[in-house]
């Protein structure tokens, strides 16, 4: 089965990510040549061919050149969200199966098995408040934090998760597959879905966490605020 991943905030190439996150390897080093290298394993152990990522914005601050060469490096059907530092990669268009601001998905039970239902995922480089559907049980992806959203997503209600390299969910399936950080797959995801709403059902839980229990679903979907 032909697998889904999600990540954000790679940074390749860029010089001060070492001192805005202390904690990646060679963070250190004056240039990023070991950093961009560890990256490019990291995907290239994690994704075959045949895998889908989106990519929730800020890939690289390379130029044209080294950015193209780089992507072709980067097994996979890649998809990109763009962030605020994607200006130069957002140009090289065959490089990607899709170039978006804002993206709605709906992966099905045949995609991942572990879904009871279908699952609705809006994304977007940086967090929303509201979005589409999110009273229907949609989830939210971001990146743009690099885990600094991290406690207020888990204290909110909200259906909503940074999917960034230096994120705690990224951090949390490194340590899993023994990697320290990671792209994350879709069952990670489901996973963590479950581990916050202890259910299958998200329709019914944004339902109860909003209040709309004694509501009709059409209320629900005229919703402004949600």
Known sequence: MNRIYFTADLHFGHVLIGKHMPDRPFSNDLTTVRHDEWLVELWRNTVDDKDTVYILGDITLMNKERASELLERLPGRKILICGNHDSTVRELTEHFAGIRQLHEIAVTPHQ????????????????????????????????????KMDEINRASPDLRWDVGLDGSLSRSVGAERGTGFALIDMESLYRAILDKTGTADLKKYVRKCYGLEKQPESYAKDSLIL
């Open 112 to 147: 991942c098995e572990l879904l009871k239902y279908p699952l609705r995922i809006t994304m977007c480089h940086y967090p929303l408040l509201t979005w589409r559907r999110k009273a229907q049980g949609c989830i939210m992806l971001h990146g743009h934090s690099h885990g």
